[in-house]
């Protein structure tokens, strides 16, 4: 997949996970063409179920909570009122911190430049994101 993805010319508009999920196909180029997702990622997430591009391997379905309700303002899929799987028992369990990553993310009214701060804070904390 990594080598379709990067002749294309299309221009893919996606959220903080897709952009992650992207990223980890693109770096280790192991999804192929017929293993396309024709499903929810956060439902795949959600449900533990394992990813081919070793995409949940970096980071914990906490560390991805965050980082969706950063990019999203906390309208994601693991939104303050939504769903009943296991990131939105970790969004429970981390109301704190959750509120804290929608603060970070009203920093930034652009989603570009929200995306790229995300992706600088996890790189200078090793990693984790830490809002």
């Known amino acids: 997949m990594r ?6 010319d ?3 508009n996606c959220c903080a996970l897709g952009s992650l999920m992207l990223s980890c196909t693109l770096f280790n180029n192991n999804i192929a063409i017929e293993n396309k997702f024709t499903y929810d990622l956060g439902y795949t997430l ?6 081919p591009n070793s995409f949940n391997k970096y980071f914990s379905l906490t560390q991805l909570v ?11 899929f693991w939104n303050l009122g939504n ?3 296991a990131g939105d028992k970790i969004r429970k369990k981390n109301k704190k911190e959750v509120i804290k990553a ?4 009203n920093k930034f009214p652009d989603v570009k430049d929200r995306l790229v701060a995300i992706m600088y804070n996890i790189i200078a904390n090793d990693g984790m994101f830490k809002p």
């Open 46 to 51: 959600d449900g533990k179920e394992a990813i």
């Open 3 to 8: 080598e379709a993805v990067l002749k294309s």
């Open 102 to 105: 929608i603060a970070f993310g």
């Open 66 to 76: 965050l980082i969706e309700n950063a990019f999203e303002l906390g309208n994601g």
């Open 10 to 12: 299309l221009v893919c």
């Open 83 to 85: 769903n009943t799987g």
